[in-house]
């Protein structure tokens, strides 16, 4: 029997997994023939685990208990902007971890968000096992383009603590090229637009025959779906508030029921123009009376409310081929991947940015499953038919002196690549060298996303100056940062202790292991 | 139009290992193997060409651990080659590095950052005000042919600065010059 390894799409909002059959990428649904899963995890009160579309459902019903958006949070540091915002409107309570690092408090247990993801890997796992009768181990996971090396690290434990053999963590927008131009045998330079429930990719790529040489990309972690959601929830909200003097936002409960509406209103309001809105007994008022909402939302007031966010895509767009040094008429094709493109103003704007309709006839909830299952059996089979030529999405710098860094390797530079930097000792007798990594595209250390602080010692310890460092940076095929260092006249690789990062220990994560495979996920069908 | 790459046999893993052994002795072009005054579009087909024959992926599911680090090294100096030889201005400055007498020291190709940049100004003139004020009158000094004037200057810089290479230079070549 060959060995299978599976493509999983891990999104903000959905997944999707996909295997190789016969040559061609196909979906696995569920029992139930879904073809994407809610990425929602809920606790149940008798220690039951859903995942996907059925733990959807209990957002209002079990609130607390069920988490959902986690990928918003994955491999981001506690003190940052986005988890004081989703402290703000997310139900499930966010709490203060070691190190700086993110837990969810669960009833009486703390999960990691590595931990939360890894359940959906899970599901995702047990999905192709149930289609296919037997386990899988290996898999390719992919990640947006523009993810930073702590939320790749994290999305690469994930896999682990699922049981998971995570043979490549994949930029999605590359996934998606190599769905679109895979045994196609095209020459063509494209364009892939990638608007996810959380996040914003778009990816300049030269497809040859068996060459995907990703040219540049961009992107913005915090701009996706949920945004336009949000937008729907503060325009019923003040409509309530303006007809019952009643803040819906001031309760997480009714928060819910609003955002839940909101999406239902996006999808309508895209397909059918107009969306008609009723929330049945979303609260009461003073007196006890339980008050509906009801309003009807049409695609010109849409359009208006979210104009400035399709706005922002394309000056991430301009930045994109800037880099690859294009203008949008140097392009033959644009594909559009995630679910919010099938909105109708992101089509037009699209079309109307690019010059050009966007490519008919790819699923813009699947197309990044399936690439990411081609480079899985491409991994397994290392025939070297077809090959990616990826990139860093992020300048990677080094701390300086007075809060500032210095550039080490720049973004859109193909990987894998490395770059050594000699460092001196300034003390005498000094036994640890400090250095902080970071990625982003300022000079100011403060407004990049910090990767960790290395220390490295057990080099000589000599007279200031005497003692030459070689700090080595490399990041690898999977977008991954490594930091090594040596001593330049012995050649000893000398130790390094890495302080301040948000990421997981070999132990926790091997602890996180045991309790994933304790975990029995429930497999009720969604109503 | 694209040649099948080279089989992985044998004879391509001493090749490999032979090649990953010389790579810091080899410039940007000898990596891609293309000629210095190769056009762009040759440079992308050389690093295409390369890329099948050495792209970690082929390699995937190799078991042994030495050909693959083989591998890592030569790919991971072909994309520093690429990234180089792609920017016509990186390229020009690069060809211009290796055609001079530091050639060996110049073989990667590192931007000078703005930091590296003030660094070197500061070497040249100083990074203490003391030193810069010695170090600007021995110029004047020297300039006037007051040889012995400019060594006490230059020998006060360095009571400031007493790494500043580019002080001990002109000291010295003062101190010959009154003898």
């Known amino acids: 029997m060959d060995e299978i390894a599976i493509g999983i799409d891990l999104g903000t909002s959905y997944s999707c997994v996909s295997i190789l059959e016969n040559g061609k990428p196909i979906v696995i649904p569920n029992e139930w023939g879904e073809r994407t899963h809610a990425s929602v995890v809920s606790f149940l009160e008798d220690g039951t685990v859903l995942v996907g579309n059925s733990a959807k459902r209990n957002i209002i019903t079990n609130a607390d208990n069920t988490v959902y958006s986690a990928k918003r949070l994955i491999g981001r540091f506690f003190f940052s902007d986005e988890v004081k915002k989703a402290q703000a409107v997310m139900p499930y309570k966010i709490i203060e971890g070691e190190n700086n690092s993110v837990r969810l408090q669960i009833r009486d247990a703390l999960f990691s968000l590595p931990e939360i993801s890894a359940l959906v890997l899970k599901e995702m796992k047990a999905i192709v096992e149930n289609y296919l009768g037997h386990e899988v181990t290996k898999a390719v996971v992919t990640v947006p383009a523009y993810f930073n090396d702590n939320q790749r690290q994290a999305t690469k434990d994930a896999g682990r603590i699922a049981g998971l053999e995570v043979l490549r963590i994949l930029n999605e927008p590359t996934a998606a090229a190599l769905s679109y131009g895979f045994g196609r045998d095209i020459t063509q330079r494209i364009a892939v637009y990638d608007l996810g429930g959380g996040t914003f990719d778009?990816?300049?790529?030269?497809?040859?025959?068996?060459?995907?040489?990703?040219?540049?990309?961009?992107?913005?972690?915090?701009?996706?779906?949920?945004?336009?959601?949000?937008?729907?929830?503060?325009?019923?909200?003040?409509?309530?508030?303006?007809?019952?003097?009643?803040?819906?936002?001031?309760?997480?409960?009714?928060?819910?029921?609003?955002?839940?509406?909101?999406?239902?209103?996006?999808?309508?309001?895209?397909?059918?123009?107009?969306?008609?809105?009723?929330?049945?007994?979303?609260?009461?008022?003073?007196?006890?009376?339980?008050?509906?909402?009801?309003?009807?939302?049409?695609?010109?007031?849409?359009?208006?409310?979210?104009?400035?966010?399709?706005?922002?895509?394309?000056?991430?767009?301009?930045?994109?081929?800037?880099?690859?040094?294009?203008?949008?008429?140097?392009?033959?094709?644009?594909?559009?991947?995630?679910?919010?493109?099938?909105?109708?103003?992101?089509?037009?704007?699209?079309?109307?940015?690019?010059?050009?309709?966007?490519?008919?006839?790819?699923?813009?909830?699947?197309?990044?499953?399936?690439?990411?299952?081609?480079?899985?059996?491409?991994?397994?089979?290392?025939?070297?038919?077809?090959?990616?030529?990826?990139?860093?999405?992020?300048?990677?710098?080094?701390?300086?002196v007075g809060g500032y860094t210095d550039k080490i390797i720049d973004k859109n530079t193909p990987i894998p690549i490395e770059r050594s930097k000699s460092y001196t000792t300034n003390r005498d007798g000094q036994e640890k060298v400090k250095i902080r990594v970071y990625q982003g595209e300022s000079n100011k250390a403060a407004e990049c996303e910090l990767l960790g602080e290395f220390e490295f010692s057990g080099f000589r310890i000599a007279y200031r100056g005497e003692v030459r460092i070689e700090v080595t940076f490399e990041i690898d095929t999977n977008g991954i940062v490594n930091v090594t260092a040596a001593d330049v006249e012995t050649g000893q690789k000398t130790s390094c202790t890495i302080h301040l990062s948000s990421g997981l220990t070999e132990q926790m994560i091997r602890s996180a292991q045991t309790k994933n495979a304790a975990t029995v996920l429930s497999r009720e069908a969604a109503a | 139009m694209s040649e099948p790459a080279q089989p992985i046999d044998d004879a391509f893993e001493i090749e490999a290992q032979a090649l990953a052994q010389i790579m810091d002795e080899l410039d940007y072009f000898q990596i891609l193997k293309v000629a210095p005054a190769a056009p762009p579009s040759e440079i992308k087909l050389a690093y295409y060409r390369e890329s099948r024959t050495y792209h970690p992926d082929r390699f995937y599911r190799l078991d042994t651990g030495d050909l693959k680090d083989a591998i890592g090294r030569i790919y991971k100096r072909i994309n520093e080659a690429y990234v180089c030889l792609r920017d016509d201005a990186r390229r020009t400055k690069y060809l211009a590095d290796i055609s001079g007498p530091d050639r060996q020291k110049k073989l990667r190709f590192v931007e000078a950052s703005e930091q590296e940049l003030k660094k070197d100004k500061e070497q040249e003139i100083g990074a203490t005000p003391q030193g810069r004020k010695f170090f600007m009158a021995g110029l004047q000094d020297f300039a006037a042919q007051r040889f012995a004037s400019a060594e006490r200057n230059f020998k006060m810089a360095l009571t400031y600065e007493p790494g500043n290479p580019n002080y001990k230079i002109k000291r010295d070549e003062a101190a010959r010059l009154v003898r």
């Open chain 1, 202 to 400: 778009i990816s300049i790529l030269e497809i040859g025959k068996d060459v995907f040489e990703v040219l540049s990309t961009a992107g913005d972690t915090y701009l996706g779906g949920d945004d336009f959601d949000d937008r729907i929830m503060t325009w019923l909200a003040n409509l309530f508030m303006k007809q019952t003097g009643i803040d819906l936002r001031l309760n997480k409960y009714c928060l819910q029921m609003l955002k839940e509406a909101s999406e239902r209103a996006k999808i309508d309001v895209g397909r059918d123009g107009v969306a008609k809105v009723h929330i049945e007994g979303i609260c009461q008022d003073p007196s006890g009376k339980v008050m509906d909402l009801d309003a009807t939302l049409h695609e010109a007031e849409f359009n208006r409310m979210t104009m400035d966010l399709v706005q922002r895509t394309f000056k991430v767009c301009d930045e994109a081929l800037q880099s690859a040094r294009m203008t949008a008429s140097d392009l033959d094709a644009v594909i559009l991947v995630g679910g919010p493109t099938r909105l109708p103003i992101i089509r037009t704007s699209v079309k109307h940015y690019f010059q050009k309709a966007p490519m008919a006839g790819i699923d813009p909830d699947e197309v990044v499953a399936m690439g990411a299952s081609i480079q899985a059996r491409s991994l397994l089979d290392s025939k070297g038919e077809h090959f990616l030529l990826d990139v860093t999405p992020l300048t990677l710098r080094v701390g300086t």
